[in-house]
């Protein structure tokens, strides 16, 4: 069976998914469901691929993820919409425009937050502060310190959303920069270690604000052969974190993988290939006391 086929036979089973000890049966005592609908390393594909494109011919577009999304927020309004990073290069929109169209798109599709991925700083980091006024969503890094580059004060730590009194944290972290993206166009940033700053971010949410989901948008990669740091091994090092949206490797997961993390509960780690050609979605109910359990999938666009 071909990839798509399977995935869009399956869209609606999904894999649901007990976090925190619960029961994989899905019971009335479930009051409130939150979506999160995600994308990464759409790479400035605005159009879908062309009807020649060996792999994946027609599919993506920023049309019809438009209508995918509009059909999911009419069944739940409770929706959040984020991407992973990797917004810009890949394609003459890009070179024409340097990003101004991405975020504009993105803006009218709704995005409530985005991480940055290291191709966000093809046009060096003057070139991605001068698109900011073009998004009309938050960009949210914990561990690049922009403290003596314009983008100082443009990111944030983290976000809480509210949806339906459910509170939802969400940070970000990127790849390392230095040797991956030339000096000169990520200037002053400077790359914290993602595993001790996942681990003061998902506590502070998690503890302190009291969140009742933790997110992590994570540019870092799925996993690697090397030590590198990965989305995998963060999981596996760290507390509090409920969901990894991941990017960077463009690796595609036809449903969210589960893993265990410190405190040996489950985390969930997702990423939907590339050049937006597939959709993300995690459902997230939630009982009488704000326990949660987790249903997701990956829906070709």
Known sequence: M?????????????????????????????KKHITILHTNDVHSHIEPLSQNDPRNP???????????????????????????????QGTPFFNFYGGELEFKLMSKLKYDASTIGNHDFDNGI?????????????FISSNYDFTNTVMNEHVLPHRIFKKDGVRIGIFGLGVELKGLVNAHLYKETKYLDPVEIATDMSR?????????????????????????????????????????????????????EIHINKSGKKVLINQVGCYGIYLGRIDFYLDKDNNISGDGRSISV
Do not use: W
């Open 204 to 256: 502070i949410l998690k503890e302190d604000k009291k969140c009742d989901i933790v997110i992590c948008l994570s540019h870092l990669g799925h996993s690697y052969k090397s030590d590198k740091i990965s989305d995998v091994k963060l999981a596996a090092a760290t507390e509090n974190i409920d969901l990894i949206i991941g990017g960077h490797t463009h690796t595609f997961l036809e449903k969210p």
């Open 126 to 138: 003057d070139g991605l502060y001068a698109q900011l006024p073009h998004a009309d969503f938050d």
């Open 2 to 30: 071909k990839r798509r086929n399977f995935i869009q036979q399956t869209a609606a089973t999904g894999a649901f998914i007990g976090l925190g000890g619960l029961s994989l049966s899905f019971s009335e005592n479930y």
């Open 58 to 88: 027609n599919m993506g577009g920023v049309a019809r993820r438009a209508t995918l999304i509009e059909k999911i927020r009419n069944e739940n309004p409770n929706i959040l919409l984020l991407d992973a990073g990797d917004i810009f």
